[in-house]
């Protein structure tokens, strides 16, 4: 049985604004990943279907894997059309901001986001939302965005209309932020939630295909490439470290969202509960950091404290400014650091 964080109270804002706006801009983060396109393509089909003018616009595109979802081909970016995009956010109605809790996730959206008279509503998962909205669902309790957007949806007393392309955009997020239901998934409500899905028609299992399986030979040869040569080990504080320079992607003909998923690889092994990724970015100028771990181990602490970042506490990100070198001597010193900490949640990762 659903038991829903979201209450009539909580939607009856959007259930307002529902009675009068016409032009919804859907937004979400920089590289988005499965859960922000797939909560944003949710949105749009369900705003469509309410005869709404709505349009997604991001601060990049998709990665490949991503593309199949329904309406992906609707997307506008900032990358591509900056003045559109900044001419529809002055003129929405409403603004939703799915997936992401800092204004500074939009990258060059922000300034029009934040200026623009429409109405904001904030949907995410993130802890300690920005306070840039109107109304700001935010549930960290969630394993996914996608996740609150069931739980919206059903709030409104929408969900018998929801179709299976909305159940399907809703899944792939869901799918996409616990690794195919394998971390932060042990919900009965989640699910629930899935089975809810499943029931308006979503093929679960092909899309974990479409999702997970799609990579191209050169994306498996990196992988092979970055296992053997480029991941360190660090047993004595439980942790690995991956590095990918521009020249090294270049080499495997690496395009956007090729190196997802990498930085999760190292906890495959026994003992590691820490792991940390970082890929050179020569279009944006910065070292892109990812972070993940085991358990209670709080990644997202090294993230906002070393690499002007966040996020949640077992999967992170940040940027960094400089050289790879530089970058990497930051982590040690990072790890150094951890290692006189007297947090028991971070001293763990040095204990025997
Ligand atoms: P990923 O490693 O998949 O790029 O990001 C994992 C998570 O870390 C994201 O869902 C997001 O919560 C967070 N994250 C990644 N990059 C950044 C960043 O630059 N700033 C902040 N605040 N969070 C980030
Ligand atoms: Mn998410």
Request: aromatic residues 10%; charged residues 25%.
């Amino acid at each position: 049985m659903l038991n829903n964080f979201l209450s009539d109270e909580d939607v009856s804002q959007f259930r307002i604004w529902m009675d009068w706006a016409d032009n919804f801009v859907i937004t979400s983060h920089l590289s988005p990943d499965g859960d922000a396109a797939g909560a944003a393509l949710a949105m749009l089909n369900y705003l469509r279907m309410k005869g709404k003018n709505a349009v997604v616009a991001l601060p990049d595109g998709l990665p490949v894997f991503l593309k199949c979802l329904p309406s992906a081909g609707d997307i506008i970016t900032f990358d591509r059309q900056p003045d559109r995009i900044n001419e529809l956010l002055d003129k929405a109605d409403v603004i939703c901001c799915l997936d992401y809790n800092a204004i500074g996730r939009v990258g060059g959206m922000a300034t029009h986001l934040l200026y623009s008279k429409a109405r904001k509503i904030m949907i995410d998962h993130h802890p300690f939302p920005g306070p840039f909205c109107d109304v700001t669902l935010s549930h960290p309790e969630a394993s996914s965005t996608c996740e609150v957007m069931f739980h919206f949806l059903c709030a409104l007393g929408e969900w018998e209309i929801v179709t299976r392309q909305i159940a399907e955009c809703i899944c792939a997020g869901m799918m996409t932020d616990t690794g195919g239901f394998t971390y932060n998934s042990n919900s009965s409500q989640l699910f629930f939630a899935l089975s809810q899905l499943i029931d308006k028609g979503v093929d679960k299992d092909a899309l974990y295909r479409r999702i997970f399986h799609s990579y191209s030979e050169n994306r498996l040869r990196m992988t092979g490439y970055v296992l053997s040569e480029k991941m360190v080990v660090l047993r004595n504080c439980r942790a690995a470290l991956i590095t990918l320079t521009r020249k090294e992607l270049d080499r495997f003909h690496s395009t956007k969202g090729d190196t997802e998923g990498i930085v999760n690889m190292p906890l495959q092994i026994s003992g590691i509960v820490f792991s940390a990724f970082f890929r050179e970015d020569a279009e944006r100028g910065l070292i892109k950091i990812s972070l993940r771990s085991v358990g209670d181990v709080p990644c997202n602490l090294l993230a906002s404290e070393y690499f002007h970042g966040g996020g949640h506490r077992n999967a992170s990100g940040g940027e960094f400014k400089g050289t790879m070198e530089e970058c990497v001597k930051v982590f040690y010193q990072a790890i150094d650091d951890w290692s006189r900490s007297d947090d028991p949640s971070i001293r763990q990762i040095f204990d025997k």
